[in-house]
Each structure stands twice: as structure tokens, then as C-alpha cells.
């Protein structure tokens, strides 16, 4: 990675983010694969650097841990928005039964982001798609969707994250090829073959692949973005991932990569942390 002259701001957010990495993010329990976190924490990172402008959001937060690695990285002026019916079935004891966790999400927060501007919709995605104005078009540099595996929401929250990804952003879709879940597929697949005066805004750029069972540690996610920032974070990843990408084709059309850390080694290239830490002392 080329040198480039950080502000203090910047090089704050960026120790900010790794300290979080390196120290809170397995205090908090969800599904976030070690291998979708490192690829996560190198495209904020890398949008911090570059000086890539706007808000998170994650569709579907439970505890908060892949939430609160994005929120680790906003400015002063930028918001984190979490969307969740914060309920869900598990298996207790042998017998179904629907859990919420809103508490334990706004605990996480209270610890890890109290210093950060975070708004919490309590509902559907569906229902936050139709409350959202066009003021908040294009104004997010990164979106998650991890809600409802139902191909018909995944392809809702496609829709819904067209709208509101930054000119620059990525999309995170996790769960992607899930035998668990075939419905992530499904949903992925219904949004780049469709058809009408519209064309498709978003292009799959890689898949990063899940290091662990997914049944209790998430499984792969897919990173989606505008046709023009195709390349942009594609670089970002042979940056950032330097060895074997696997070649794939999605949806028939879609030349994409397999991100894979082999042997359970996980590398990044790293900036000179120790060396950030001095210049903004």
C-alpha cells in the first residue's frame, strides 16, 4: 500500500478500529467469521484512508458484532443506523422458542460505541425501507445485510441498500452460498438477473470464505458495489489479502473471487501501527 499523509482525525479512527479488532470483537457474541472480520476491518479501513464519506448500516443485528466493527470506524459526523425486530427463534432446552435481545445489543453498544452517533430502528426491514426519505439516498459507505434469509427479503434489502449505498460504498451480504440457508442465494440471484427499464446497480466483486462451521460462526459473505468501484475494491483486496484468489462466476455473468485463508492462517498487509500511534501523539 502506496504512502499517503493521514490527518490526525483519520489516523485516530484507524487506531480506534484496530484496538477494537484486536481486543473487543470476540467479547461479543454473534455470528462474525474470523476470516469476514479481517476482510471487513481492511475495506474500512481502507475507505478511512482514502477518504471514502458517509454512514453504516447492517440489516439484521442481533448482538451487535459485525455492527459495532463498522461503527468503530465513523467520524464525529458520520452515523451508524442498526435495523432489527431484535427477536428470534432458537432452541432452549429442546423445545423452539422466540428470544429478544434488544437488551444485550444496547449493553454492547453502552460498552464498546457510547461516544458514537448510533440510531436504532426497531422493525422490519421492509417497514425501514418505506420510512426512509431521499434525503438518506447514497449516503452509506458500507451496509450489511444480514436479516431474514428468506430469498424474497434478501432481495428486498438489495433493493433497499441501491438506494442508500454512497457512490463509493460496499454492500456486505453474509451467508452467501449457505446449504443452511439456500435462500441468501436465491435472493442474490433474482437481484443481478433481473430485468426492466432499470438495470442493476450492484455488481458482486468477491466472496470471502467462511474459516469455521457456519451453523455457529456465520458463513461466507459476499461484498457487492457499484459497476464503477468494481475494480477499485477489488485492488483493495489484493492489497490488503496478497496470495490465491480462486475464480468463480456468479449468476452467469458475474467473473467474481473466492477469498480463502488456508490452513487457518489469516494475513493482511498492515499499515505501521506503532508508527501512526507516535504521529498522533
Known amino acids: 500500500m502506496r504512502r499517503r499523509h493521514l490527518s490526525r482525525e483519520q489516523i485516530q479512527r484507524i487506531l480506534e478500529l484496530r484496538q477494537h479488532v484486536v481486543t473487543g470483537n470476540d467479547r461479543i457474541q454473534g455470528w462474525l467469521q474470523r476470516a469476514s472480520a479481517l476482510a471487513i476491518w481492511g475495506v474500512l479501513e481502507r475507505q478511512i484512508i482514502d477518504g471514502i464519506d458517509g454512514d453504516v448500516l447492517e440489516i439484521g443485528v442481533y448482538h451487535g458484532k459485525t455492527f459495532i466493527l463498522m461503527v468503530k470506524s465513523l467520524s464525529a459526523a458520520q452515523q451508524a443506523v442498526a435495523v432489527d425486530t431484535f427477536e428470534m427463534e432458537f432452541n432452549v432446552e429442546g423445545r423452539r422458542e422466540m428470544v429478544q435481545f434488544r437488551g444485550t445489543f444496547e449493553d454492547n ?5 457510547s461516544d458514537k452517533n448510533v440510531s436504532i430502528r426497531h422493525m422490519t426491514s421492509q417497514a425501514f425501507g418505506k420510512t426512509i426519505g431521499e434525503d438518506h439516498y447514497g449516503r452509506h459507505r458500507m451496509i450489511s445485510i444480514d436479516g431474514s434469509h428468506a430469498a424474497v427479503d434478501v432481495l428486498s434489502d438489495l433493493q433497499i441498500a441501491e438506494r442508500l449505498l454512497a457512490e463509493r460504498g460496499i454492500v456486505v451480504v453474509d451467508d452467501y ?16 438477473t433481473k430485468t426492466g427499464p432499470r438495470p442493476t446497480k450492484l455488481i458482486p466483486v468477491l466472496v470471502v470464505e467462511g474459516d469455521q462451521p457456519s451453523e455457529s460462526n456465520g458463513g461466507h459473505r459476499l461484498f457487492m458495489c457499484h459497476h464503477e468501484m468494481r475494480d477499485y475494491y477489488s485492488q483493495v ?40 500511534a507516535s504521529a498522533h501523539v
Request: net charge negative; aromatic share 16%.
Open 177 to 192: 452460498m449457505s446449504l443452511v440457508d439456500p435462500g441468501v442465494v436465491e435472493g442474490v440471484y433474482q437481484y443481478l
Open 109 to 113: 453498544m453502552a460498552t464498546f460505541c
Open 237 to 276: 483486496f489484493i492489497e490488503n489479502h496478497p496470495g490465491k484468489f480462486i475464480a468463480i462466476e456468479i449468476a452467469d455473468q458475474f467473473a467474481t473471487k473466492i477469498l480463502r485463508f488456508n490452513d487457518g492462517v489469516f494475513k493482511r498487509r498492515f499499515l505501521d501501527y506503532d508508527e501512526l
